[in-house]
């Protein structure tokens, strides 16, 4: 054969389509002589063996390069796989209800350790937690109590906790302490109407630096109440603490509660920010901490029954203060000619028919280890039972806008309150008179500042003269912050409370409505 054939024959056998072309001729040597200044080429047959297993490497290498992309899966079909791990989330059963912020259906703790298949326990390992059988108890434990309320309405608190049967009550900063036992404790979360939450004492030290909160913090005894098989929050606040972080302060104080559960329980709680099962406050002031399990979960004032807020909605709590400083007695009427979503009258319903206000909603010591739920049971089968039929008390709401009467009337049914127990009507305050014959309390949270605008002064001229002329022989009270509301009014008022609507800082000025009294000349 002639050395082209036998290339060709080399070619046809070793190389296939996608093997690159590789020449006989191999550069060996690039030395240059004083005869010969070009590259000396090798040729015959040991260039031809050279070729061969230059050849077959190639070949090889290329089939590996196949065989490695055939093993490795597609980005797209990875992004689809991994797109369908999520796909239960869009089941039904996945998606619970919820009321008024609250997770009604939301598994119980039981539940939850029996059902191992939930769409959590597709992301970690199944843990080898293994719940213990007893707690040390806590229900005749006699706890200290911190019951936290708006400011301005702590001596309204006071008094309403002792009319509640609660031992060694005493007045604090935007709170009251009291002493109880667990039972007095699901009773205070029921039954108060003024408290924000009820916070339980566990630890309280004197501290100098972070390392004394953790150390607070681990020697808890928290497995009484949660475990791992619940989720924490931790929040901190403080007043006048030298401690300069106090998100580090929090770390500690979490860090020393969930240590001291995995080194005795071997696992640690989860911590979730948004809807936790168990929640922990740490307090500082100057030179000590305090910690709290709170035993409310959602705040107080949270009812359930309102949906619709108008545009300065007051919260359910701090309404229900107001009243108090009223002085409102349920047997007389009341009226409220900004009504705005209905917060002071629903309130003021719930209150005539003794409906307590945590009726409808949970509470986070339900999700706690050892819940005591027959004394729960029996507490609330007993406020249903005291519970009136009817409502006598006339109770009349107005304003000017359409909208948030529909909202106050929505409000009222999600209260489970018959629409005719208030009535609600479109009308302005201006044109306001007397609802009924018999005099009663004209209890309200006005519009002020930038709600009102520039009519403020002639508004407010115009509304004393609509008071003046048609609510004789009644209680007048209103909610502002506008500290020269009374000479708006050119009234004098005959009591003036500071109360804080949320950070605002507001007044709430009495007036009693009598001919040729009161007025300022």
Known sequence: RSRRQRQMCIRDRFMTDQTPRKKLSLVTSTRSTANNDKARVRTGARAKNVAIKEIQKSVNANTNVALEKKDKPEKRSEKASFNARFDRYNEPSFQAKRTAGYAKNRPSIEE??????????????????????????????????????????????????ESLDFDAVRVGRSGCFFKTNWAGIMKANLYSRLATRILVQVAYVKVSTEDDIYELARQVSWERWFGAEQTLRVDTSAIRSPMQSLQFCNLRAKDGIVDHLRELEGERPSIDTVRPDAKVHLFLDADSATLYLD????????????????????????????LALAGWDPSKPLYDPFCGSGTILIEAAWIALGIPPGIHRPFAFERLRGMDRKTWSELKEFAFDNIDTSLETPLFGSDIDGQVIQAAQSNLSRAKLPSSSIQFRLKNALQATAPCAQ?????????????????????????SSVLKNNFSGWQVHVITNDM??????????????????????????????????????
């Open 439 to 463: 005099a009663g309390f004209l209890i309200t949270n006005p519009p002020y500042g930038e709600r009102l605008g520039a009519e403020d002064e002639a508004f407010w001229r115009e509304w």
């Open 295 to 322: 035993t409310s979960g959602e705040s107080l004032f949270k009812r359930g029954w309102r949906y619709d807020k108008g545009q300065a909605p007051l919260r359910e709590n701090l309404a229900a203060g107001i």
């Open 112 to 161: 939850r350790l029996a059902n191992q298949n939930r769409p959590g326990n597709r992301f970690k390992p199944k843990s080898t937690f293994t719940q213990p059988a007893q707690y040390a108890s806590y229900h005749d434990e006699v706890f200290n109590v911190f019951a936290p309320c708006p400011i301005g309405l702590e001596q309204a608190l006071a008094s309403e906790l």
């Open 484 to 521: 020269d509301f009374p000479k708006k009014l050119r009234l004098k008022p005959n009591r003036r409370t500071p109360i804080f609507n949320g950070d605002i800082e507001c007044r709430l000025f009495g007036f009693e409505m009598v001919s040729d009294s009161y007025r300022q000349k």
